[in-house]
């Protein structure tokens, strides 16, 4: 049963990113969204999800992501789950590897209390990371998988040269991960990219090509690169199911859902306009 936002001290500070991002954004962010997104699944999906044909249920949808993510990994081996949001993904990425061990990492401390309960079902040891910063031996997994919390790292680059060093000969990363095609152009654009970045704590310099992410890859020592634009299958009926949670929230108080179908709004332009993609990613 979605209980009703109110408005805490991390709402604040989340506010504060709109003058200065500070050290940790992305933390801030998730610490302000909380255990209970309002407009997110009930039960602690954070991504968007890839949606099947007639598919109607938003938690299925994120369930499929993470599994097709999941699915390319090398079986009963050590994976490292990067970014792991409140540890809904955690079961399923074990269920599809049957890893012989779970590492969920999360820059985001509080995430990690929100899931234990979800990682403990999942037999997954938490981590609080940062991802560009792992702490983990040199060529100690096999598999690493990251959803949707690649465009939050504060350098791709240093995050995909960390996967090469943890990953033993042969292993997998697997992701998805958003990307900006073109520079935001016109007025409309340029305040709907600029909106997000400081909605969502991002930095401008980590807003780049898919064609440019690939070639990060390949410069960090991955030679089997696959890069898929399924923008189709995510953004959009992503927006239209955020849309009527929001069309169901009349309890929500009025400035969230005000800045909530702004939020929205954006995002449809900016994947209409083909500014931003939606990206799944394997190297190897
Ligand atoms: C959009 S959420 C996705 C959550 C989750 N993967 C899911 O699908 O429900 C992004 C996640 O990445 C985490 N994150 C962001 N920056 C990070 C970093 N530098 N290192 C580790 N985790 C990070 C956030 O705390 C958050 O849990």
Redesign the pocket.
């Known amino acids: 049963m979605p209980t009703m936002p109110r408005v805490t001290p991390e709402n604040f500070r989340h506010l504060s990113l709109l003058l200065r991002l500070g050290k940790n954004p992305?933390?801030t962010v998730?610490e302000s969204l909380g255990d209970d997104f309002f407009i997110a699944p009930p039960d602690g999906?954070?991504?968007l999800g890839l949606w099947e044909p007639g598919q109607h249920d938003a938690s299925n949808a994120?369930e499929h992501?993470?599994a097709t993510l999941a699915a390319p990994l090398p079986k009963h081996s050590v994976v490292v789950d990067?970014?792991?949001?409140?540890g809904?993904?955690d079961p399923v990425i074990k269920d599809v590897t049957q890893a012989r061990s779970l590492i969920a990492?999360?820059?985001?401390e509080a995430?990690l209390r929100y899931g234990a309960a979800r990682l403990k079902r999942a037999d997954a040891a938490p981590l609080a990371?940062?991802?560009?910063r792992l702490p983990l031996r040199d060529a100690s997994a096999e598999g690493i998988i990251s959803?949707?919390?690649a465009f939050?790292?504060?350098s791709r680059p240093a995050f995909f040269a960390e996967a090469r060093r943890v990953l033993s000969p042969g292993g997998v990363l697997s992701m998805s991960d958003v990307s900006m095609e073109r520079f935001p152009l016109w007025p409309d654009e340029a305040l709907a990219g600029a909106a997000n970045l400081r909605l969502w704590g991002l930095k401008a310099s980590n807003m780049t090509s898919a064609t440019r992410i690939e070639a990060q890859i390949r410069t960090a020592g991955f030679s089997q690169v696959e890069v898929r634009r399924c923008t189709a299958e995510v953004l959009e009926p992503a927006i239209a199911y955020l849309s009527s949670r929001l069309d169901a929230h009349h309890d929500a108080p009025m400035l969230y859902r005000a800045g909530a179908r702004l939020m929205l709004a954006q995002w449809s332009l900016l994947r209409r306009r083909g500014v931003i993609e939606y990206l799944l990613i394997t190297a190897s």
Not at 105 to 108: A, D, L, Q, R
Not at 129 to 132: E, G, K, N, Q, S
């Open positions: 992305a933390a998730y999906w954070l991504n994120s992501l993470v990067v970014g792991n949001g409140l809904a993904q990492v999360n820059i985001t995430q990371a940062d991802a560009t959803v949707e919390a939050h790292f504060s």
